[in-house]
């Protein structure tokens, strides 16, 4: 995999960061109206969506970061082999 491929993974992982980040946000600022809206039952579909879309970002999340960790390990792997290779006698 070259750099831009790397660069595609890390926007991922940021993309989702990001979009977690500006709910966490939102939510901080308006936490009293929310608050109140959860009690009086006007918040229930606004948090079961918010409940879904947090549950995908962190599945999208991890995938991004399972594939940079496998881009690392193939990073390894492709240095390893510019080594001199040996080969046993027998």
Not at 8 to 34: L, P, T
Request: glycine share 4%; charged share 35%; hydrophobic share 30%.
């Amino acid at each position: 995999m070259g750099e831009d491929v790397k660069k595609y993974i890390q926007e991922g992982i940021y993309f989702s960061n990001d979009i977690m980040d500006v709910i966490e946000d939102v939510s901080h600022k308006y936490q009293k109206h929310i608050s109140v809206s959860m009690e009086i039952g006007h918040f229930d579909d606004i948090n079961k969506y918010m409940m879904k879309l947090s549950k995908a970002l962190i599945r999208y999340n991890k995938q991004y970061t399972e594939l940079i960790k496998d881009y690392r390990e193939e990073r390894v792997s492709e240095n390893e082999k510019k080594g001199l290779e040996t080969i046993t006698e027998e």
